[in-house]
């Protein structure tokens, strides 16, 4: 196998081979793959933490030999909104978002291949499953974040993408697409039961599930819709509190964690 890892701050993933195809999730800094296939302009991949199947430009593909990706430590991840890393080598500093991973982090440096990068950010590990206190004080961060199909970052983000990323950052994982991300948890009878920290799915009138968010307390819900906004929820669905009507009819609440 033939791996790579995402060396900007950010890469769109596209279904399909070209520049004009749909962007359907983004490769964040310090993220690896698996290369499917590797041709002149694309390489299809499949991303290593949520196995994502998708294309990516090769002019923003940067390869790993086997030996540096069986070497990389990739639990630690930047916590901060947006930070910025500087590439020792060439003296170039650029910014990455929340979630970037940082490969073999310790003592404020990460390495990839022979290159070095300075880091002085906050920072979270993956391995460490932390309370629900800090699932909701994460999902805080994105609030009014524009939304984006595909999108992962704070300058872009999907329903599903804010909340795997959410879970990623306090140590759970959870898959890509809402459609996905229903598969797992304990199903709940009532809203009532609807606990912090709960996932909410939602469906459309062909029953395919395509809106996810994370339950609060009192009955509201953190969603990306338009931008990651806070909405009333009940046993209908979500009630837009701007336009004043449902938005999302409520399909199953899971419990997650």
């Known amino acids: 196998m033939k791996f790579g890892i995402c060396s900007l701050s950010v890469i769109p993933c596209r279904k399909d081979a070209s520049s004009t195809s749909e962007m359907v999730t983004q490769l964040l800094f310090g993220e690896t793959y698996t290369i499917v296939e590797d041709r002149e302009d694309w390489i299809q991949i499949t ?22 990706y069986k070497s990389l430590q990739s639990t630690t991840l930047s916590s901060e909104l947006v930070q910025v890393v500087n590439q020792i080598d060439n003296k170039s500093i650029f910014p990455i978002t929340i979630g970037a991973t940082l490969p073999n982090f310790k003592n404020g440096k990460l390495k990839i291949g022979d290159s070095e990068f300075l880091f002085e950010g906050q920072t979270s590990d993956t391995l460490i499953k932390k309370t629900v206190k800090d699932l909701k004080d994460t999902a805080y961060l994105f609030i009014n974040a524009p939304y984006l199909w595909g999108g992962r970052s704070p300058f872009g983000i999907d329903c599903s ?12 994982q959870l898959p890509r697409d809402a459609s996905q991300q229903v598969e797992i948890g304990t199903p709940l009878s009532f809203v009532e ?45 979500i009630f837009h509190s701007d336009n004043k009507k449902y938005s999302h009819m409520l399909r199953v ?5």
């Open 193 to 237: 039961e609807a606990e912090p920290g709960d996932l909410a799915f939602f469906d459309n009138e062909e029953g395919n599930i395509v809106h996810v968010g994370m339950v609060l307390e009192n009955q509201q819900i953190i969603h990306a819709s338009g931008c990651v906004r806070i909405d009333k929820f009940d046993h209908y669905g």
């Open 161 to 172: 993408g804010f909340t795997q990323l959410v879970y990623k950052l306090n140590g759970y």
């Open 253 to 257: 609440i899971k419990k997650v964690i």
């Open 47 to 68: 991303t290593n933490y949520d196995n994502y199947p998708c294309w990516i430009s090769a002019k923003q593909h940067t390869r790993l030999t086997d030996l540096e």
